[in-house]
């Protein structure tokens, strides 16, 4: 099997989540990983739980890497580093704005070792601007974009997101997806370019909603107020009897229908628009009548975008999950145990074969 990314290696600099995740989607795809950690190793090999050695997050994330141990400010380390240069053919780093120049491999510099080198330069808010060097988080990326005011929890309790939506969704993604147009870009012209991905800048992306609204209209829906964020019955969490939650997405009117229907809502209370507030209620009081066990079987005949929440174990099993493979990989650990690997966006077309193991790095000492 060839898979696309054969023959293209990668120098990954990168630690934590959105770098590491990246280079693991291109690993999965074929290339090989060259990963450089600095003394002391990748802050996630710390992280708990631990698993044969090391951090199990950091298993997951860097399968099938190989690992080398550098320390740029030395000598020895930075000729070793700029030879990995010489050869290699994408580097990705995830340092605040002028590390790398300091460490002597800034882009320029880069450059002039490799024209051929793409490099990708992962930070919160890009390479230039005034907030360039902010030292920040998910969660403050999200804030800073206006994003986070969408949340939908009372303003005395608000809800902090489940999912690291900047670090993946602004810089995992956004790095692989450019990473790819610049292979593609140098197969036409020959050289390399510096890719510089902002986390924050996609988060401006996600607002797709909101900004429609006010480029349109000049009105901006706030927390609670959007049809996504709690303005309608149509698009809702509502708890059951034994405090499961049940997530309503009817937005479509014969989805609507069908729903109302199936739970028995009063006809004059299915016209949403009179008074939403009068049919949350309404539907809120119906699905707490009952269990979620009860109402899963309901819903499914219904077939109409209502779902009750499971937990992840149960996702886990789910037979539809499983029988697309999602959890057919293996990562194997210095002790020669094996968990799943991290079931990644990948076409199985372009993975190796299910069931595959790949190796997790070794610890760094013993």
């Known amino acids: 099997m060839v898979q696309p990314l054969s023959g293209v290696r990668i120098v990954d600099l990168t630690n934590l989540l959105p770098g590491p995740l990246a280079t693991l989607m291109l690993a999965e795809a074929g290339a090989e990983v060259i990963k450089i950690e600095r003394p002391g190793g990748d802050d996630l090999r710390g992280y708990a739980p631990q698993w044969q050695g090391t951090g199990a997050a950091f298993s997951l994330l860097n399968r099938g890497k190989r690992t080398i141990t550098l320390d740029l400010k030395a000598p020895e380390g930075n000729a070793e580093f700029k030879s990995l240069l010489e050869n290699a053919d994408v580097i990705v780093e995830q340092f605040r704005p002028g590390i790398m120049e300091k460490l002597g491999f800034g882009y320029d510099a880069s450059r002039a070792i490799n024209p051929r080198l793409i490099y990708c330069s992962i930070s919160g808010h890009g390479q230039t601007g005034p907030r360039a060097n902010e030292a920040g988080h998910d969660l403050n990326y999200i804030a800073s974009t206006g994003l986070l005011a969408f949340q939908p929890g009372p303003p005395d309790r608000p809800v902090v997101p489940p ?92 989805f609507w229908q069908r729903f109302t229907a199936v739970i028995g809502l009063e006809e004059w209370l299915r016209d949403d628009r009179r008074d939403p507030s009068a049919t949350i209620g309404a539907v809120a009081a119906i699905i707490a009548g009952r269990s979620a066990p009860d109402w899963a079987p309901v819903l499914a005949r219904a077939d109409c975008c209502v779902t009750v929440m499971r937990s992840i174990d149960d996702a886990l099993a789910d037979p539809h999950f499983v029988g697309r493979g999602l959890f057919a990989h293996r990562v194997r650990g210095a002790e020669g145990g094996t968990l799943p690997a991290l079931p990644v966006p990948i076409d199985p077309q372009f993975r190796e074969p299910p069931g595959s193991e790949k190796a997790s790095p070794p610890p760094l000492f013993g």
């Open 163 to 254: 999912a690291l939506v900047a670090d993946i969704a602004g810089g995992t993604f956004p790095a692989v997806i450019n990473i790819l147009l610049a292979l593609r870009q140098r197969d036409l012209t020959g050289r390399g370019c510096h890719l510089d991905i902002a986390m924050t800048d996609a988060m401006f992306t996600f607002a797709w909603r909101a900004l429609s609204g006010l480029w349109a209209s000049g009105s901006l829906a706030t927390s609670g107020q959007s049809e996504l964020t709690g303005s309608t019955p149509r698009y809702r969490l509502y708890p059951a009897k034994d405090g499961g939650i049940i997530a309503c997405a009817a937005l479509e009117d014969h």
